[in-house]
């Protein structure tokens, strides 16, 4: 499963390239950083507050902030928290995501959002890819396609997210002397590497168009195969166990993304 899923997360790169940083501009990205650090450090202080687990928290925050079941199976590299965690963490976006996929259409025409500014909001906000496309083309082909550049900037954001969280880890592992032994077997994220090697070769454009097509559908089976691996050593009463506390985070994480996400793009989208 591990093996099967960080060589989807590597073929998740070639989905990326550089020419869509520059085509979100330096308002659209900056929009972009400010909603996934700020949703990562509120959803971990509410579920600090709230008594969650770290690691599941951390999951929960990686999903929303990020994208969705891809970065919570990345996160996991470096959290190492339990497969029950990690399909908590995937049935929480995957909630909340569908639930922003079909209300941001309809409080489009409230919030008289240009077709740009409304697709940011979708691509900073929304949980998973496909969610973004969803709701961002019932704006129109400018809502949509502005959606989804703006979604796949902020998943080129799940390297570094990933090296800073393997760092976190180590610290952690550090601190508690009972497991001072386990120090170098936290894992090193070798596959984001080989994501940026992926995103730079993309941006090449050397890959002709059906070809990428067919990478980039074996990359989501890629990655459903491995979701399905995980529901194959999940207990759903050790899901229940954990009560609804963290879901109480995952509606927190979605209600603060969606709001902080909406402000910004409001003040700063040109």
Not at 117 to 130: K, P, T, V
Not at 142 to 151: E, P, V, Y
């Amino acid at each position: 499963m591990r093996r099967i899923l960080r060589f989807a997360i590597i073929l998740l790169g070639l989905q990326l390239s550089l020419s869509q940083l520059v085509e979100i501009g330096g308002a659209g990205l900056g929009i972009i950083v400010l909603t996934l650090a700020g949703t990562f450090l509120f959803t971990v202080r509410l579920g600090r507050w709230l008594g969650v687990d770290r690691k599941l928290v951390e999951l929960i925050a990686a999903g929303t902030s990020i994208c969705g079941a891809s970065a919570i199976v990345a996160t996991n590299t470096v959290t190492r928290a339990s497969d029950e965690d990690v399909a908590y963490a995937v049935a929480c976006v995957t909630v909340f995501g569908s639930a922003s996929m079909l209300l941001y259409p309809a409080l489009e025409g409230l919030l008289q959002l240009t077709p740009h500014a409304f697709g940011l909001w979708a691509g900073a906000s929304i949980h998973e890819i496909a969610q973004v496309v969803a709701a961002a083309f019932q704006n129109g082909p400018d809502s949509g396609n502005f959606g989804t550049i703006a979604k796949l900037s902020r998943v080129m954001l799940l390297a570094p997210m990933i090296l800073v969280l393997g760092c976190v880890s180590v610290s952690n592992v550090g601190k508690d002397r009972r497991e001072t032994s386990k120090r170098q077997s936290v894992p090193l994220p070798w596959f984001v590497a080989g994501f940026v090697a992926m995103m730079l070769f993309n941006s090449l454009d050397l890959i002709p168009q059906l070809e990428k097509a067919y990478l980039v559908q074996t990359t989501t089976f890629l990655l459903a195969v491995a979701l399905a691996a995980m529901g194959l050593e999940t207990d759903i009463r050790k899901l229940h166990a954990k009560g609804w506390k963290p879901l109480l985070v995952g509606a927190g994480s979605w209600l603060f993304i969606s709001a902080f996400s909406l402000v910004l793009v409001v003040g700063l989208a040109p």
